[in-house]
């Protein structure tokens, strides 16, 4: 059972928009973002690699070295873009080897071959970076001293770290030139503008923005089709209520965003916001693969004019971006609201979840499941409801899914679950699978939190002698 605990202060992210911009300030802003993407791209095929898996940190070493090695000068890019852009590509492959070491962590738990000795090595190693960067690049290491001693075969065990890491290690890459970072020292406000550094020396670009906002911290630049949107992390003191005294045991679902253990329920029809949308999206998508067979057959079979018109009419994404992203904001702007409303209503202390269930990957699911399942907005309804304890000063507990799903609430005996509904032949006992796992997972909780307190209580006791 974890918790997330309040902060003084919390992170969020405002967004500052600009005017309409003139073309030949988006053309330049497009530039800077392309030349960034051609930046992060020299490091990951620079640094990516095993060579330079103990040499991520401190990311000073690497700035340095790209300092020296001319691509700023080739490029012709400003400073406050161009280190921050390392600074990026250095973290994403931080990143990266860290998804490598999870995907290798998981391998060694499956293994049957590998004894208890063995994968207390294997973890040890993937935990030392100086080790783990050693055996990749076949130098000489000292043993680790949880490892001394055991009965384990090292040139087996590190021929089967390097298989898994060449297995799961890849070169990140990216092709997205619609956003850059700019540091403090590249921007200042004049006039009801943003100036920014641009490539000529002592010369700087005015964004006009809508409000008078100003800001003295790294900023994330998202460029659109005619003007600019700023990302701005900004801190925020956490808010403390008085009367925030009750804890609430809440089910996540995807048909109702939450239902409670007392039969509250918030975001009440959450599939009919998103399921039309991932039918639309299922649709379209269809349609554009049809017209891209036919464009690649025209162009196979020299029939240019054909190409061209389908090129130009059918296969652009400006529309079907821009209205993804309009039915994204409106479920996103719901979630952000229910959540709101529960806080306020139920006045919670302490917030009680489950766990995501990962999905079975033996199954196989129908195309309908699939489609649903990749726009989830499981994630992010997660990471929202995480961010609303922090900023209100609530505990967020966070408990296994086990025993909450297919067990009656009522009696403890294997239900049946149909469509929404759940059933249980035991008791009679007649619900819906939120309400019963909200229910469950408030019988989990309080069992379980028992169970602590008693071992608390038998710890801090008094011996007691003859």
């Known amino acids: 059972m974890g918790s997330v605990p309040a902060d003084s202060t919390v992170t969020k992210t405002v967004w500052q928009y600009s005017q309409p911009l003139p073309e030949e300030t988006m053309t330049f802003l497009r530039g800077i973002a392309a030349d960034c ?40 890019l400003p400073a406050v873009y161009y280190e921050l852009a390392i600074a990026d590509a250095v973290t994403n492959i931080k990143c990266s080897w860290g998804t490598v070491r999870n995907k290798i962590s998981e391998c060694i738990t499956a293994n049957e071959n590998l004894s208890d000795s063995d994968r207390i090595y294997l973890r040890t190693v993937l935990k030392m970076n100086g080790v783990y960067a050693a055996v990749l690049n076949h130098r000489e290491y000292e043993m680790p001293r949880n490892a001394v001693g055991l009965d384990i075969d090292v040139k087996r065990l590190n021929n089967l770290l390097c298989r898994l890491t060449r ?12 956003s850059f970072r700019i540091s403090p020292n590249g921007y200042s406000y004049k006039d009801g503008a943003m100036r920014i550094v641009c490539r000529i020396p002592r010369k700087r670009i005015a964004i006009p923005m809508k409000d008078r906002r100003m800001f003295d911290r790294q900023l994330q630049v998202q460029i659109r089709q005619n003007d600019v949107v700023l990302a701005v992390p900004v801190e925020t003191k956490v808010r403390k209520h008085q009367d925030y005294t009750n804890t609430i ?26 399921d039309p949308e991932t039918e639309r999206l299922a649709r379209k998508n269809r349609e554009r693969r049809k017209m891209y067979t036919v464009y690649l057959q025209s162009a196979e079979e020299g029939d240019a004019r054909k190409a061209g018109i389908i ?44 766990r995501p269930v990962t999905k079975n990957k033996t199954k196989i699911y129908a195309k309908a499941a699939n489609r649903k399942q990749a726009r ?12 609303k304890c922090r900023i209100h000063s ?17 009696c403890g005996a294997e239900g049946k679950r149909q ?28 069992a379980s939190s028992q169970c ?15």
């Open 452 to 466: 602590t307190g008693a071992a608390l209580r038998k710890n801090t006791e008094p011996s007691q002698t003859g």
């Open 249 to 274: 045991y809440v089910y996540i679902g995807s048909r109702d965003l939450f239902t409670l253990s007392n039969g509250h329920i918030y975001g009440e029809a959450l599939e009919e916001l998103t």
């Open 37 to 76: 993407c051609k930046v992060k791209n020299h490091v990951y095929r620079k640094y990516s690699g095993v060579k330079n898996v103990n040499n991520l940190t401190p990311v000073y070493n690497i700035l340095n070295e790209m300092r020296r090695c001319g691509l700023r000068e080739q490029l012709n």
């Open 394 to 410: 609530i505990e967020l507990a966070v408990i296994s899914s086990r025993h909450t799903g297919a067990i009656c609430s009522a």
């Open 376 to 387: 989830n907005f499981s994630s992010y309804i997660r990471e929202r409801l995480a961010y």
């Open 167 to 178: 297995r799961y290690l890849t070169q990140p890459q990216t092709d997205h030139a619609d």
């Open 419 to 446: 469509g929404k509904l759940f059933e249980c032949d035991s008791c009679g006992l007649r619900t819906t699978i939120a309400l019963n796992s909200a229910a469950n997972i408030q019988k989990e909780y309080l």
């Open 311 to 354: 090129e130009a009419n059918n296969l652009g994404k400006s529309k079907y971006d821009r209205q993804k992203e309009k039915e994204r904001v409106r479920t996103t702007t719901f979630i952000n609201t229910e959540i709101n409303r529960m806080i306020r209503v139920e006045k919670p202390a302490r917030i009680v979840i489950t």
